[in-house]
Protein backbone atom coordinates (compact mmCIF):
# COMPACT_ATOMS: atom_id res chain seq x y z
CA UNK A 1 0.00 0.00 0.00
CA UNK A 2 1.10 3.47 -0.54
CA UNK A 3 1.80 6.16 2.48
CA UNK A 4 -1.14 8.31 1.44
CA UNK A 5 -3.46 4.94 1.24
CA UNK A 6 -2.55 3.89 4.60
CA UNK A 7 -2.98 7.83 6.30
CA UNK A 8 -6.73 7.82 4.59
CA UNK A 9 -7.42 4.33 6.46
CA UNK A 10 -5.97 5.76 9.91
CA UNK A 11 -8.40 9.15 9.35
CA UNK A 12 -11.65 6.40 8.46
CA UNK A 13 -10.96 4.08 11.84
CA UNK A 14 -9.90 0.49 11.71
CA UNK A 15 -11.18 -1.83 8.87
CA UNK A 16 -14.59 -3.13 9.17
CA UNK A 17 -15.43 -6.27 10.35
CA UNK A 18 -16.91 -8.81 7.82
CA UNK A 19 -20.13 -8.78 7.19
CA UNK A 20 -22.45 -5.85 6.96
CA UNK A 21 -21.41 -2.58 9.25
CA UNK A 22 -24.81 -0.96 10.19
CA UNK A 23 -25.71 2.32 9.10
CA UNK A 24 -22.11 2.61 7.07
CA UNK A 25 -22.95 2.24 3.33
CA UNK A 26 -19.25 3.42 2.52
CA UNK A 27 -17.62 0.93 4.59
CA UNK A 28 -19.60 -2.10 3.52
CA UNK A 29 -19.21 -1.24 -0.22
CA UNK A 30 -15.56 -0.23 0.72
CA UNK A 31 -14.82 -3.82 1.39
CA UNK A 32 -16.15 -6.22 -1.15
CA UNK A 33 -13.35 -8.20 -1.42
CA UNK A 34 -14.11 -12.07 -1.42
CA UNK A 35 -17.14 -13.11 0.50
CA UNK A 36 -16.87 -10.43 3.15
CA UNK A 37 -20.01 -8.18 2.30
CA UNK A 38 -22.39 -11.27 2.57
CA UNK A 39 -24.06 -11.90 5.91
CA UNK A 40 -23.39 -15.23 6.38
CA UNK A 41 -25.28 -15.78 9.79
CA UNK A 42 -27.16 -18.83 10.81
CA UNK A 43 -30.39 -18.70 10.10
CA UNK A 44 -33.26 -20.67 11.98
CA UNK A 45 -36.68 -21.31 10.33
CA UNK A 46 -39.45 -23.20 12.38
CA UNK A 47 -43.56 -23.57 12.32
CA UNK A 48 -45.72 -21.78 14.84
CA UNK A 49 -47.04 -24.07 17.66
CA UNK A 50 -51.02 -24.08 17.40
CA UNK A 51 -52.43 -24.60 20.43
CA UNK A 52 -55.51 -27.08 20.20
CA UNK A 53 -58.00 -28.21 21.96
CA UNK A 54 -57.42 -28.20 26.01
CA UNK A 55 -54.15 -26.38 25.28
CA UNK A 56 -56.35 -23.64 23.70
CA UNK A 57 -59.24 -23.31 26.34
CA UNK A 58 -56.28 -23.33 29.45
CA UNK A 59 -54.90 -20.34 26.78
CA UNK A 60 -57.89 -18.50 26.76
CA UNK A 61 -58.62 -19.13 30.30
CA UNK A 62 -55.14 -17.33 31.24
CA UNK A 63 -55.41 -14.70 29.00
CA UNK A 64 -59.15 -13.96 30.39
CA UNK A 65 -57.86 -14.17 33.96
CA UNK A 66 -54.81 -11.74 33.00
CA UNK A 67 -57.34 -8.99 31.33
CA UNK A 68 -55.62 -9.65 28.08
CA UNK A 69 -58.46 -10.68 26.16
CA UNK A 70 -62.26 -9.72 26.61
CA UNK A 71 -64.87 -12.00 25.16
CA UNK A 72 -68.00 -10.21 23.64
CA UNK A 73 -71.24 -12.16 23.08
CA UNK A 74 -73.08 -12.26 19.63
CA UNK A 75 -76.51 -10.58 19.44
CA UNK A 76 -78.14 -13.44 17.93
CA UNK A 77 -76.20 -16.26 20.35
CA UNK A 78 -74.87 -17.99 17.24
CA UNK A 79 -77.98 -18.87 15.65
CA UNK A 80 -78.94 -17.79 12.10
CA UNK A 81 -81.28 -14.92 12.43
CA UNK A 82 -81.05 -11.50 12.45
CA UNK A 83 -80.13 -9.41 15.39
CA UNK A 84 -83.06 -7.38 15.01
CA UNK A 85 -85.42 -10.04 14.78
CA UNK A 86 -86.22 -10.78 18.79
CA UNK A 87 -88.72 -13.63 20.27
CA UNK A 88 -92.02 -14.10 18.54
CA UNK A 89 -94.01 -12.91 21.20
CA UNK A 90 -98.06 -14.46 22.05
CA UNK A 91 -99.64 -10.87 21.28
CA UNK A 92 -98.05 -11.01 17.74
CA UNK A 93 -98.78 -15.14 17.75
CA UNK A 94 -102.25 -14.14 18.59
CA UNK A 95 -102.84 -11.19 15.85
CA UNK A 96 -101.34 -13.96 12.97
CA UNK A 97 -103.73 -16.63 13.88
CA UNK A 98 -106.86 -13.91 14.19
CA UNK A 99 -105.74 -12.30 10.78
CA UNK A 100 -108.88 -13.09 8.18
CA UNK A 101 -107.01 -13.15 5.56
CA UNK A 102 -106.10 -15.36 3.20
CA UNK A 103 -102.41 -15.54 1.52
CA UNK A 104 -102.84 -17.84 -1.71
CA UNK A 105 -100.89 -17.51 -5.21
CA UNK A 106 -102.50 -16.32 -7.71
CA UNK A 107 -103.30 -19.53 -10.05
CA UNK A 108 -103.46 -19.16 -14.24
CA UNK A 109 -107.48 -19.14 -15.24
CA UNK A 110 -109.07 -22.39 -16.31
CA UNK A 111 -109.83 -20.47 -19.61
CA UNK A 112 -106.48 -19.75 -20.24
CA UNK A 113 -105.23 -23.07 -19.61
CA UNK A 114 -108.33 -24.83 -22.07
CA UNK A 115 -106.95 -21.82 -24.54
CA UNK A 116 -103.81 -22.77 -24.57
CA UNK A 117 -104.02 -26.77 -24.78
CA UNK A 118 -106.78 -25.98 -27.68
CA UNK A 119 -104.15 -23.61 -29.69
CA UNK A 120 -101.05 -25.93 -28.72
CA UNK A 121 -103.13 -29.34 -30.24
CA UNK A 122 -104.23 -27.03 -33.47
CA UNK A 123 -100.77 -26.41 -33.93
CA UNK A 124 -100.27 -30.34 -33.96
CA UNK A 125 -97.29 -29.79 -31.02
CA UNK A 126 -96.42 -31.21 -28.22
CA UNK A 127 -96.05 -29.61 -24.76
CA UNK A 128 -91.90 -30.23 -25.34
CA UNK A 129 -91.93 -28.53 -28.83
CA UNK A 130 -94.31 -25.59 -27.54
CA UNK A 131 -91.77 -25.14 -24.42
CA UNK A 132 -88.45 -25.49 -26.99
CA UNK A 133 -90.27 -22.55 -29.35
CA UNK A 134 -90.84 -20.39 -26.25
CA UNK A 135 -87.67 -21.15 -24.42
CA UNK A 136 -89.04 -22.74 -21.99
CA UNK A 137 -88.97 -26.32 -19.93
CA UNK A 138 -91.65 -28.75 -20.55
CA UNK A 139 -93.61 -28.77 -16.83
CA UNK A 140 -93.73 -25.13 -17.10
CA UNK A 141 -95.31 -25.78 -20.20
CA UNK A 142 -97.34 -28.43 -18.46
CA UNK A 143 -98.55 -26.15 -15.31
CA UNK A 144 -99.96 -23.50 -17.74
CA UNK A 145 -102.24 -26.01 -19.49
CA UNK A 146 -103.27 -27.85 -16.07
CA UNK A 147 -103.81 -24.81 -13.90
CA UNK A 148 -101.54 -25.07 -11.31
CA UNK A 149 -98.94 -21.89 -12.38
CA UNK A 150 -98.26 -18.92 -11.20
CA UNK A 151 -99.32 -16.53 -14.80
CA UNK A 152 -96.61 -14.48 -15.71
CA UNK A 153 -96.56 -12.12 -18.30
CA UNK A 154 -93.95 -12.31 -20.26
CA UNK A 155 -93.96 -16.39 -20.57
CA UNK A 156 -97.95 -15.98 -21.55
CA UNK A 157 -96.98 -13.68 -24.35
CA UNK A 158 -93.89 -15.81 -25.28
CA UNK A 159 -97.07 -18.04 -25.72
CA UNK A 160 -98.72 -16.12 -27.62
CA UNK A 161 -96.56 -15.64 -30.51
CA UNK A 162 -95.44 -19.19 -30.55
CA UNK A 163 -98.83 -20.18 -31.08
CA UNK A 164 -100.06 -17.07 -33.40
CA UNK A 165 -103.14 -16.81 -31.38
CA UNK A 166 -104.38 -14.20 -28.14
CA UNK A 167 -104.90 -16.07 -25.21
CA UNK A 168 -107.16 -14.65 -22.87
CA UNK A 169 -105.55 -13.41 -19.52
CA UNK A 170 -108.25 -13.93 -16.61
CA UNK A 171 -106.97 -11.16 -14.07
CA UNK A 172 -109.09 -8.53 -15.32
CA UNK A 173 -112.47 -9.99 -13.87
CA UNK A 174 -110.55 -10.50 -10.60
CA UNK A 175 -109.58 -7.06 -10.11
CA UNK A 176 -112.92 -5.34 -11.21
CA UNK A 177 -114.59 -7.71 -8.92
CA UNK A 178 -111.95 -6.50 -5.98
CA UNK A 179 -112.84 -3.15 -6.91
CA UNK A 180 -116.10 -2.96 -7.41
CA UNK A 181 -117.52 -1.60 -3.85
CA UNK A 182 -119.52 -4.07 -1.76
CA UNK A 183 -123.37 -3.66 -1.19
Request: charged share 25%; glycine share 8%.
Given at each position: ????????????????????????????VGTMSGHSHQDWGEVT???????????????????????????????????????????????????????????KHERVDRGLAQALQQARLAKKMTQKQLATA????QPVIAQYENGSAIPNPQIISKLERALGTRLPRGGAKKK????????
Open positions: RSPRAAAANLRRGPPPKAGRVPGSLSNSLSKSVRTTGANRSQAVTAAQRSGNLTIERKATGGDNRSAHQGPVSAAAARRLEESSEEFVNERAAAAAPAK
